[in-house]
Protein backbone atom coordinates (compact mmCIF):
# COMPACT_ATOMS: atom_id res chain seq x y z
CA UNK A 1 0.00 0.00 0.00
CA UNK A 2 1.57 3.65 -0.92
CA UNK A 3 2.16 6.25 2.04
CA UNK A 4 -0.52 8.44 3.16
CA UNK A 5 -0.86 11.57 0.90
CA UNK A 6 -1.77 14.31 3.94
CA UNK A 7 -2.65 18.03 3.53
CA UNK A 8 -3.50 20.80 5.34
CA UNK A 9 -6.16 23.64 4.51
CA UNK A 10 -5.25 27.42 5.81
CA UNK A 11 -8.49 29.81 5.82
CA UNK A 12 -7.42 33.64 5.84
CA UNK A 13 -9.87 36.18 6.81
CA UNK A 14 -11.35 38.59 9.24
CA UNK A 15 -14.79 38.05 7.71
CA UNK A 16 -15.08 34.36 7.79
CA UNK A 17 -14.30 34.56 11.75
CA UNK A 18 -16.74 37.60 12.30
CA UNK A 19 -19.14 35.48 11.00
CA UNK A 20 -19.91 37.93 8.03
CA UNK A 21 -19.10 35.53 5.43
CA UNK A 22 -19.76 31.77 5.71
CA UNK A 23 -16.68 29.75 4.18
CA UNK A 24 -17.55 27.09 1.49
CA UNK A 25 -13.80 26.41 0.84
CA UNK A 26 -13.40 24.17 3.93
CA UNK A 27 -16.13 21.81 2.40
CA UNK A 28 -14.95 21.91 -0.96
CA UNK A 29 -11.32 21.70 0.18
CA UNK A 30 -11.98 18.33 1.81
CA UNK A 31 -14.40 16.63 -0.65
CA UNK A 32 -11.65 17.57 -3.65
CA UNK A 33 -8.78 15.82 -1.57
CA UNK A 34 -10.51 13.19 -0.23
CA UNK A 35 -11.42 11.98 -3.57
CA UNK A 36 -7.85 12.19 -4.79
CA UNK A 37 -6.77 9.65 -2.02
CA UNK A 38 -5.31 12.78 0.02
CA UNK A 39 -6.53 12.91 3.61
CA UNK A 40 -7.45 16.28 4.75
CA UNK A 41 -5.90 16.11 8.57
CA UNK A 42 -6.26 19.76 10.09
CA UNK A 43 -7.85 22.91 8.55
CA UNK A 44 -7.46 26.15 10.75
CA UNK A 45 -9.02 29.66 9.98
CA UNK A 46 -6.93 32.42 10.95
CA UNK A 47 -7.27 36.94 10.61
CA UNK A 48 -5.53 39.01 8.07
CA UNK A 49 -2.21 39.13 10.66
CA UNK A 50 0.87 39.10 9.20
CA UNK A 51 2.58 36.69 12.03
CA UNK A 52 -0.45 34.70 13.11
CA UNK A 53 -0.55 33.89 9.07
CA UNK A 54 3.17 33.26 9.03
CA UNK A 55 3.05 30.87 12.26
CA UNK A 56 0.04 28.84 10.68
CA UNK A 57 1.93 28.08 7.42
CA UNK A 58 5.04 26.94 9.50
CA UNK A 59 3.25 24.67 11.50
CA UNK A 60 1.31 22.88 8.76
CA UNK A 61 3.97 22.90 6.02
CA UNK A 62 6.36 20.47 8.23
CA UNK A 63 3.77 18.73 9.21
CA UNK A 64 2.00 17.54 5.93
CA UNK A 65 2.68 16.65 2.34
CA UNK A 66 0.41 19.70 1.20
CA UNK A 67 -0.87 22.92 2.32
CA UNK A 68 -3.76 24.73 0.37
CA UNK A 69 -4.37 28.01 1.82
CA UNK A 70 -7.59 30.62 1.05
CA UNK A 71 -8.48 34.28 1.21
CA UNK A 72 -6.25 37.37 1.08
CA UNK A 73 -5.23 37.49 -2.21
CA UNK A 74 -7.05 40.59 -3.36
CA UNK A 75 -5.88 44.21 -4.31
CA UNK A 76 -6.53 45.82 -0.87
CA UNK A 77 -4.59 46.61 1.64
CA UNK A 78 -5.84 43.86 4.13
CA UNK A 79 -5.10 40.87 1.32
CA UNK A 80 -1.91 40.10 3.24
CA UNK A 81 -1.00 36.60 2.64
CA UNK A 82 1.39 36.78 0.35
CA UNK A 83 3.31 38.64 2.58
CA UNK A 84 2.44 36.24 5.49
CA UNK A 85 3.58 33.37 3.23
CA UNK A 86 6.94 34.70 2.36
CA UNK A 87 7.20 35.49 5.89
CA UNK A 88 7.01 32.12 6.42
CA UNK A 89 9.68 30.54 4.01
CA UNK A 90 12.19 33.80 5.08
CA UNK A 91 11.87 35.47 1.23
CA UNK A 92 11.43 38.25 -0.26
CA UNK A 93 7.53 38.91 -1.74
CA UNK A 94 7.69 40.80 -4.57
CA UNK A 95 6.08 41.35 -8.08
CA UNK A 96 6.11 38.05 -10.18
CA UNK A 97 7.46 39.34 -13.45
CA UNK A 98 5.08 36.34 -15.32
CA UNK A 99 1.71 37.67 -12.94
CA UNK A 100 2.12 40.94 -13.90
CA UNK A 101 2.27 40.50 -17.42
CA UNK A 102 -1.21 38.26 -17.06
CA UNK A 103 -2.49 41.53 -15.31
CA UNK A 104 -0.97 43.73 -17.32
CA UNK A 105 -2.45 42.07 -20.68
CA UNK A 106 -6.21 41.33 -18.95
CA UNK A 107 -6.89 44.93 -17.79
CA UNK A 108 -5.60 46.62 -21.42
CA UNK A 109 -8.77 44.54 -22.97
CA UNK A 110 -11.00 46.65 -20.35
CA UNK A 111 -11.54 50.24 -19.34
CA UNK A 112 -10.28 49.35 -15.97
CA UNK A 113 -6.60 50.97 -15.46
CA UNK A 114 -3.52 48.56 -14.24
CA UNK A 115 -3.60 50.36 -10.55
CA UNK A 116 -0.86 50.03 -8.29
CA UNK A 117 -3.60 48.35 -6.16
CA UNK A 118 -4.49 45.71 -8.76
CA UNK A 119 -0.43 45.24 -9.46
CA UNK A 120 -0.16 43.94 -5.42
CA UNK A 121 -2.12 41.24 -7.00
CA UNK A 122 1.11 39.98 -8.67
CA UNK A 123 3.22 39.82 -5.37
CA UNK A 124 4.22 36.40 -4.36
CA UNK A 125 6.90 35.32 -2.30
CA UNK A 126 10.30 35.22 -4.56
CA UNK A 127 10.61 31.93 -6.54
CA UNK A 128 7.09 31.13 -6.33
CA UNK A 129 5.19 29.61 -9.29
CA UNK A 130 2.11 30.79 -10.63
CA UNK A 131 -1.67 29.28 -10.34
CA UNK A 132 -3.62 29.93 -13.31
CA UNK A 133 -7.08 31.72 -12.33
CA UNK A 134 -9.68 31.20 -15.44
CA UNK A 135 -11.68 33.74 -13.75
CA UNK A 136 -10.63 36.81 -13.06
CA UNK A 137 -7.05 36.35 -14.01
CA UNK A 138 -5.11 37.43 -10.92
CA UNK A 139 -3.19 34.13 -10.15
CA UNK A 140 -2.68 32.43 -7.12
CA UNK A 141 0.57 30.36 -6.45
CA UNK A 142 2.45 28.09 -5.13
CA UNK A 143 6.07 27.93 -2.96
CA UNK A 144 7.28 24.97 -1.30
CA UNK A 145 4.29 22.35 -0.38
CA UNK A 146 2.05 25.37 0.25
CA UNK A 147 -0.35 26.14 -2.86
CA UNK A 148 -2.06 29.74 -1.99
CA UNK A 149 -5.74 30.12 -3.54
CA UNK A 150 -8.68 32.63 -3.98
CA UNK A 151 -11.23 33.55 -1.07
CA UNK A 152 -14.01 33.86 -3.69
CA UNK A 153 -15.54 29.93 -3.75
CA UNK A 154 -15.68 30.00 -7.69
CA UNK A 155 -12.18 31.23 -8.14
CA UNK A 156 -10.77 29.30 -5.37
CA UNK A 157 -12.54 26.36 -7.04
CA UNK A 158 -10.88 27.06 -10.56
CA UNK A 159 -7.42 27.21 -8.79
CA UNK A 160 -8.08 23.85 -7.15
CA UNK A 161 -8.86 22.09 -10.86
CA UNK A 162 -5.60 23.81 -11.90
CA UNK A 163 -3.80 22.34 -8.76
CA UNK A 164 -5.30 18.83 -9.02
CA UNK A 165 -3.40 17.21 -11.61
CA UNK A 166 0.19 18.71 -10.45
CA UNK A 167 -0.81 16.67 -6.83
CA UNK A 168 0.02 13.06 -5.70
CA UNK A 169 -2.60 11.55 -4.94
CA UNK A 170 -2.84 8.51 -2.50
CA UNK A 171 -4.59 5.37 -2.58
CA UNK A 172 -8.13 6.26 -2.95
CA UNK A 173 -10.21 6.29 0.40
CA UNK A 174 -13.29 4.36 -0.26
CA UNK A 175 -16.53 4.58 1.35
CA UNK A 176 -19.42 2.88 1.68
CA UNK A 177 -22.46 3.96 4.05
CA UNK A 178 -25.19 1.95 5.62
CA UNK A 179 -28.12 4.02 7.50
CA UNK A 180 -29.54 2.67 10.75
CA UNK A 181 -33.02 3.47 12.03
CA UNK A 182 -31.97 3.83 15.47
CA UNK A 183 -29.58 6.16 17.70
CA UNK A 184 -25.82 6.05 18.03
CA UNK A 185 -26.65 5.46 21.54
CA UNK A 186 -28.32 1.78 20.63
CA UNK A 187 -25.62 0.71 18.13
CA UNK A 188 -22.16 2.10 19.84
CA UNK A 189 -21.19 -0.64 22.19
CA UNK A 190 -21.53 -3.49 18.71
CA UNK A 191 -19.89 -0.75 16.54
CA UNK A 192 -17.16 -0.31 19.10
CA UNK A 193 -16.47 -4.00 18.75
CA UNK A 194 -16.70 -4.20 15.24
CA UNK A 195 -14.34 -1.14 14.91
CA UNK A 196 -11.76 -3.51 16.78
CA UNK A 197 -11.93 -6.29 14.55
CA UNK A 198 -11.84 -4.42 11.55
CA UNK A 199 -8.89 -2.07 12.31
CA UNK A 200 -7.63 -1.31 9.21
CA UNK A 201 -11.03 0.21 8.34
CA UNK A 202 -12.15 3.65 10.03
CA UNK A 203 -15.76 3.31 11.16
CA UNK A 204 -17.88 6.55 11.99
CA UNK A 205 -21.22 7.17 12.78
CA UNK A 206 -23.19 10.52 12.27
CA UNK A 207 -26.83 11.37 14.35
CA UNK A 208 -28.98 12.95 12.28
CA UNK A 209 -31.77 15.15 14.19
CA UNK A 210 -35.19 15.93 12.13
CA UNK A 211 -36.21 17.73 14.37
CA UNK A 212 -38.32 14.68 16.16
CA UNK A 213 -36.28 11.47 15.83
CA UNK A 214 -32.60 10.46 15.92
CA UNK A 215 -31.19 8.05 13.19
CA UNK A 216 -27.29 7.12 12.32
CA UNK A 217 -25.88 6.77 9.30
CA UNK A 218 -22.53 4.91 9.58
CA UNK A 219 -19.95 5.01 7.50
CA UNK A 220 -16.82 2.67 7.07
CA UNK A 221 -13.64 3.74 5.16
CA UNK A 222 -10.74 2.18 3.78
CA UNK A 223 -8.38 1.91 1.21
CA UNK A 224 -9.03 -1.79 0.42
CA UNK A 225 -12.11 -2.73 -0.92
CA UNK A 226 -12.06 -6.28 0.69
CA UNK A 227 -11.37 -5.13 4.27
CA UNK A 228 -14.32 -2.23 3.64
CA UNK A 229 -16.64 -4.75 2.00
CA UNK A 230 -15.94 -7.62 5.22
CA UNK A 231 -16.66 -4.74 8.03
CA UNK A 232 -19.96 -3.25 5.90
CA UNK A 233 -21.15 -6.84 5.59
CA UNK A 234 -20.70 -7.27 9.93
CA UNK A 235 -22.44 -3.76 10.29
CA UNK A 236 -25.32 -4.84 8.51
CA UNK A 237 -25.28 -8.04 9.84
CA UNK A 238 -25.35 -6.25 13.42
CA UNK A 239 -28.95 -3.69 12.01
CA UNK A 240 -30.47 -6.55 10.49
CA UNK A 241 -30.39 -8.02 14.10
CA UNK A 242 -32.09 -4.74 15.79
CA UNK A 243 -34.64 -4.01 13.01
CA UNK A 244 -35.25 -7.59 12.09
CA UNK B 1 -12.63 51.15 26.34
CA UNK B 2 -12.53 47.24 28.06
CA UNK B 3 -10.33 45.05 27.00
CA UNK B 4 -10.89 42.65 23.86
CA UNK B 5 -12.36 39.63 25.13
CA UNK B 6 -10.87 36.58 22.42
CA UNK B 7 -11.98 33.23 21.59
CA UNK B 8 -11.04 30.71 19.71
CA UNK B 9 -13.32 27.32 17.63
CA UNK B 10 -11.97 23.53 18.08
CA UNK B 11 -14.24 21.45 15.66
CA UNK B 12 -13.32 17.95 16.13
CA UNK B 13 -14.02 15.45 13.79
CA UNK B 14 -12.94 12.87 10.86
CA UNK B 15 -16.79 13.64 8.93
CA UNK B 16 -15.24 17.33 8.31
CA UNK B 17 -12.09 16.79 7.24
CA UNK B 18 -13.41 14.03 4.85
CA UNK B 19 -15.93 16.25 3.18
CA UNK B 20 -18.84 14.00 4.23
CA UNK B 21 -20.25 16.51 6.18
CA UNK B 22 -20.07 20.72 5.73
CA UNK B 23 -19.39 22.30 9.13
CA UNK B 24 -22.24 24.97 9.94
CA UNK B 25 -20.91 25.51 13.34
CA UNK B 26 -18.01 27.48 12.63
CA UNK B 27 -20.32 30.14 11.07
CA UNK B 28 -22.90 30.13 13.56
CA UNK B 29 -20.21 30.01 16.64
CA UNK B 30 -18.62 33.44 14.62
CA UNK B 31 -21.76 35.29 14.31
CA UNK B 32 -22.84 34.60 17.58
CA UNK B 33 -19.58 35.83 18.85
CA UNK B 34 -19.07 38.60 17.14
CA UNK B 35 -23.19 39.81 18.40
CA UNK B 36 -21.85 39.55 22.15
CA UNK B 37 -18.30 41.60 21.70
CA UNK B 38 -16.34 38.46 21.64
CA UNK B 39 -13.68 38.47 19.07
CA UNK B 40 -13.33 35.19 17.30
CA UNK B 41 -9.66 34.93 16.41
CA UNK B 42 -8.84 31.47 15.58
CA UNK B 43 -10.36 28.12 14.54
CA UNK B 44 -9.33 24.51 13.95
CA UNK B 45 -10.60 21.36 12.66
CA UNK B 46 -8.84 18.37 13.81
CA UNK B 47 -9.85 14.49 13.32
CA UNK B 48 -11.11 12.40 16.15
CA UNK B 49 -7.62 11.35 17.49
CA UNK B 50 -6.53 11.70 21.31
CA UNK B 51 -3.23 13.71 20.86
CA UNK B 52 -4.57 16.08 17.68
CA UNK B 53 -7.40 17.22 20.32
CA UNK B 54 -5.23 18.08 23.57
CA UNK B 55 -2.93 19.36 21.71
CA UNK B 56 -5.17 21.53 19.85
CA UNK B 57 -6.62 22.51 22.81
CA UNK B 58 -4.05 22.74 24.48
CA UNK B 59 -2.65 25.24 22.11
CA UNK B 60 -5.71 26.90 22.05
CA UNK B 61 -7.01 27.41 25.54
CA UNK B 62 -3.40 29.41 26.73
CA UNK B 63 -4.09 32.13 23.98
CA UNK B 64 -7.61 33.10 24.01
CA UNK B 65 -10.16 33.88 26.52
CA UNK B 66 -12.31 31.28 25.95
CA UNK B 67 -12.38 28.18 23.42
CA UNK B 68 -15.33 26.21 22.07
CA UNK B 69 -15.57 22.75 20.80
CA UNK B 70 -18.08 21.08 18.90
CA UNK B 71 -18.19 17.45 18.14
CA UNK B 72 -17.04 13.90 19.34
CA UNK B 73 -19.44 14.07 22.42
CA UNK B 74 -22.12 10.96 21.31
CA UNK B 75 -21.95 7.54 22.44
CA UNK B 76 -19.72 5.84 19.81
CA UNK B 77 -16.37 4.57 20.12
CA UNK B 78 -14.91 7.00 18.34
CA UNK B 79 -16.33 10.34 20.25
CA UNK B 80 -13.36 10.69 22.33
CA UNK B 81 -13.46 14.48 22.96
CA UNK B 82 -14.15 14.10 26.35
CA UNK B 83 -10.95 12.04 26.71
CA UNK B 84 -8.89 14.24 24.56
CA UNK B 85 -9.99 17.79 26.57
CA UNK B 86 -9.22 15.81 29.82
CA UNK B 87 -5.59 14.80 28.63
CA UNK B 88 -5.10 18.21 27.78
CA UNK B 89 -5.78 19.05 31.23
CA UNK B 90 -4.02 15.76 32.96
CA UNK B 91 -7.46 15.00 34.39
CA UNK B 92 -9.21 11.57 34.89
CA UNK B 93 -12.06 11.48 32.36
CA UNK B 94 -15.08 9.65 34.65
CA UNK B 95 -18.99 9.60 34.66
CA UNK B 96 -20.01 13.14 35.77
CA UNK B 97 -23.06 12.16 38.67
CA UNK B 98 -25.07 14.46 37.49
CA UNK B 99 -25.08 14.24 33.72
CA UNK B 100 -25.27 9.83 34.53
CA UNK B 101 -29.02 11.31 36.57
CA UNK B 102 -29.81 13.39 33.24
CA UNK B 103 -29.37 10.72 31.22
CA UNK B 104 -31.00 7.95 32.88
CA UNK B 105 -34.37 9.68 34.35
CA UNK B 106 -34.33 10.47 30.14
CA UNK B 107 -34.05 7.08 28.94
CA UNK B 108 -36.39 6.11 31.98
CA UNK B 109 -38.97 7.93 29.95
CA UNK B 110 -38.32 6.23 26.96
CA UNK B 111 -38.09 2.70 25.49
CA UNK B 112 -34.76 2.64 24.96
CA UNK B 113 -31.89 1.13 27.57
CA UNK B 114 -29.57 2.99 29.08
CA UNK B 115 -26.38 0.96 27.59
CA UNK B 116 -22.78 1.32 28.72
CA UNK B 117 -22.36 3.28 25.14
CA UNK B 118 -25.07 5.82 26.39
CA UNK B 119 -23.43 6.25 29.43
CA UNK B 120 -20.52 7.03 27.25
CA UNK B 121 -22.10 10.69 27.10
CA UNK B 122 -21.87 11.22 30.81
CA UNK B 123 -18.38 10.81 30.82
CA UNK B 124 -16.23 14.67 31.53
CA UNK B 125 -13.40 15.46 32.58
CA UNK B 126 -12.93 15.30 36.68
CA UNK B 127 -14.72 18.44 38.30
CA UNK B 128 -16.21 19.55 34.92
CA UNK B 129 -19.37 21.64 35.03
CA UNK B 130 -22.31 20.52 32.48
CA UNK B 131 -24.11 22.57 29.51
CA UNK B 132 -27.90 21.93 29.50
CA UNK B 133 -28.77 20.37 25.89
CA UNK B 134 -32.43 20.80 25.51
CA UNK B 135 -32.92 19.02 21.94
CA UNK B 136 -31.85 15.53 23.28
CA UNK B 137 -30.50 15.79 26.48
CA UNK B 138 -26.70 14.10 27.07
CA UNK B 139 -25.13 17.34 28.11
CA UNK B 140 -21.59 19.25 27.14
CA UNK B 141 -19.63 20.37 29.51
CA UNK B 142 -17.17 23.53 30.73
CA UNK B 143 -13.78 22.60 32.51
CA UNK B 144 -11.56 25.59 32.86
CA UNK B 145 -11.93 28.29 29.66
CA UNK B 146 -12.63 25.13 27.63
CA UNK B 147 -16.91 24.72 26.37
CA UNK B 148 -17.42 21.43 24.54
CA UNK B 149 -20.22 21.31 22.38
CA UNK B 150 -22.04 18.75 20.23
CA UNK B 151 -21.54 18.61 16.29
CA UNK B 152 -25.11 17.87 15.69
CA UNK B 153 -26.13 22.12 14.55
CA UNK B 154 -29.18 22.21 16.46
CA UNK B 155 -27.96 20.51 19.41
CA UNK B 156 -24.74 22.87 19.27
CA UNK B 157 -26.96 26.08 19.13
CA UNK B 158 -28.95 25.02 22.10
CA UNK B 159 -25.38 24.51 23.65
CA UNK B 160 -24.47 27.74 22.95
CA UNK B 161 -27.47 29.32 23.72
CA UNK B 162 -27.09 27.52 27.79
CA UNK B 163 -23.39 28.83 27.80
CA UNK B 164 -24.34 32.79 26.69
CA UNK B 165 -25.20 34.14 29.18
CA UNK B 166 -21.86 33.10 31.58
CA UNK B 167 -20.05 34.72 29.33
CA UNK B 168 -18.02 38.10 29.43
CA UNK B 169 -18.62 39.74 26.42
CA UNK B 170 -16.52 42.31 25.78
CA UNK B 171 -17.04 45.86 23.66
CA UNK B 172 -19.45 45.13 21.55
CA UNK B 173 -18.21 45.79 17.42
CA UNK B 174 -20.24 47.78 15.39
CA UNK B 175 -20.25 47.04 12.05
CA UNK B 176 -21.52 49.11 8.77
CA UNK B 177 -20.84 48.79 5.46
CA UNK B 178 -20.94 50.55 1.97
CA UNK B 179 -22.08 48.40 -1.42
CA UNK B 180 -19.41 49.54 -3.74
CA UNK B 181 -19.96 48.93 -8.14
CA UNK B 182 -16.83 48.49 -9.09
CA UNK B 183 -14.23 45.92 -8.11
CA UNK B 184 -11.41 45.89 -5.60
CA UNK B 185 -8.60 47.03 -7.75
CA UNK B 186 -9.84 49.85 -8.51
CA UNK B 187 -10.20 51.22 -4.72
CA UNK B 188 -7.41 49.12 -3.10
CA UNK B 189 -5.48 52.36 -3.05
CA UNK B 190 -7.54 55.09 -1.67
CA UNK B 191 -9.09 52.49 0.79
CA UNK B 192 -5.90 51.58 2.29
CA UNK B 193 -5.21 55.35 2.66
CA UNK B 194 -8.79 55.65 4.58
CA UNK B 195 -7.57 52.43 6.72
CA UNK B 196 -4.18 54.71 7.53
CA UNK B 197 -6.29 57.71 8.59
CA UNK B 198 -8.78 55.80 10.55
CA UNK B 199 -6.34 53.73 12.51
CA UNK B 200 -8.98 52.73 15.72
CA UNK B 201 -11.30 50.63 12.61
CA UNK B 202 -10.89 47.89 10.60
CA UNK B 203 -11.88 48.21 7.26
CA UNK B 204 -12.36 45.02 4.86
CA UNK B 205 -13.44 45.08 1.76
CA UNK B 206 -15.11 41.72 0.32
CA UNK B 207 -15.49 41.10 -3.90
CA UNK B 208 -18.49 39.79 -5.20
CA UNK B 209 -19.05 37.56 -8.20
CA UNK B 210 -21.93 37.04 -9.54
CA UNK B 211 -20.46 34.87 -12.75
CA UNK B 212 -20.09 38.11 -14.67
CA UNK B 213 -19.11 41.47 -12.44
CA UNK B 214 -17.07 41.74 -9.16
CA UNK B 215 -18.30 44.28 -6.97
CA UNK B 216 -17.50 45.09 -3.64
CA UNK B 217 -18.68 45.48 -0.23
CA UNK B 218 -16.90 47.48 2.20
CA UNK B 219 -17.22 47.03 6.14
CA UNK B 220 -15.96 49.03 8.51
CA UNK B 221 -15.76 47.53 12.27
CA UNK B 222 -14.83 49.11 15.31
CA UNK B 223 -15.96 49.32 18.72
CA UNK B 224 -16.54 53.46 18.64
CA UNK B 225 -19.47 54.57 16.63
CA UNK B 226 -18.02 57.58 16.16
CA UNK B 227 -15.22 56.36 14.72
CA UNK B 228 -16.75 54.24 12.87
CA UNK B 229 -19.16 56.76 11.26
CA UNK B 230 -15.60 59.26 10.53
CA UNK B 231 -14.68 56.25 8.23
CA UNK B 232 -17.56 55.22 6.76
CA UNK B 233 -17.87 59.13 6.11
CA UNK B 234 -14.29 58.77 4.19
CA UNK B 235 -15.64 55.45 2.29
CA UNK B 236 -18.71 57.33 1.23
CA UNK B 237 -17.56 60.35 -0.37
CA UNK B 238 -14.15 58.31 -1.89
CA UNK B 239 -17.35 55.75 -3.73
CA UNK B 240 -19.22 59.02 -4.72
CA UNK B 241 -16.32 60.29 -6.30
CA UNK B 242 -15.80 57.04 -8.23
CA UNK B 243 -19.15 56.78 -9.58
CA UNK B 244 -20.63 60.52 -9.67
Known amino acids: MSQPVTAAMLVIG??????????????????????MGIDLKEVRVVSDDLDEIADAVNALRHKYTYVFTSGGIGPTHDDITADGVAQAFGLPCEHHPEALAILREHYAKTDLDFTEARQRMARTPRGATLIENQVSKAPGFKIGNVHVMAGVPKIMQSMMDAIGPTLEGGAKVLSKHIDCPVGEGTIGGPLGEIQKKHSETMIGSYPKFDGRNITTQIVVRGRDEAQVDAAIADVEAMVAGLTG
Chains 1, 2 share one sequence.
Open 14 to 35: DEILSGRTKDKNIGYAAEYLTN
